[in-house]
Nanobody
Framework: QVQLVESGGGLVQPGGSLRLSCAASGFAFSTYAMSWYRQAPGKERELVATISSAGGNINYADSVKGRFTISRDNAKNTIYLQMNSLKPEDTAVYYC?????????WGQGTQVTVSS
């Protein structure tokens, strides 16, 4: 059974930091590119960051460059999103996704709220 379980979300003040985790099971994690997406209320889901299967290629949305860092630990079947200098506009449900060719696996999401 494929599972992607996000954790680490919560309420944080502007300028603060959070670290999200996504633990994977049930598929060959190390062969999948992994991504973080987010969806704010009333908006479409958007790509935040992507990391290749071995971690050598990383890309970020312009809105998070220099503030967010994606990483992965293939020994632990886990990816991370370190989020620094958070802004109210970062408020959203954050999802992780695994992709290999035409196969996508999604997690259930974790809420991040940036507010004073």
């Amino acid at each position: 059974q494929v599972q992607l379980v996000e954790s680490g979300g919560g309420l944080v003040q502007p300028g603060g930091s959070l670290r999200l985790s996504c633990a994977a099971s049930g598929f060959a994690f190390s062969t999948y590119a992994m991504s973080w997406y987010r969806q704010a209320p009333g908006k479409e889901r958007e790509l935040v960051a992507t990391i290749s299967s071995a971690g050598g290629n990383i890309n970020y949305a312009d809105s998070v460059k220099g503030r967010f860092t994606i990483s992965r630990d293939n020994a632990k079947n886990t990816i991370y999103l370190q989020m620094n200098s958070l802004k109210p506009e970062d408020t959203a449900v954050y999802y992780c996704k695994g992709r290999r060719w035409a196969t996508d696996y999604w997690g259930q999401g974790t809420q991040v709220t940036v507010s004073s």
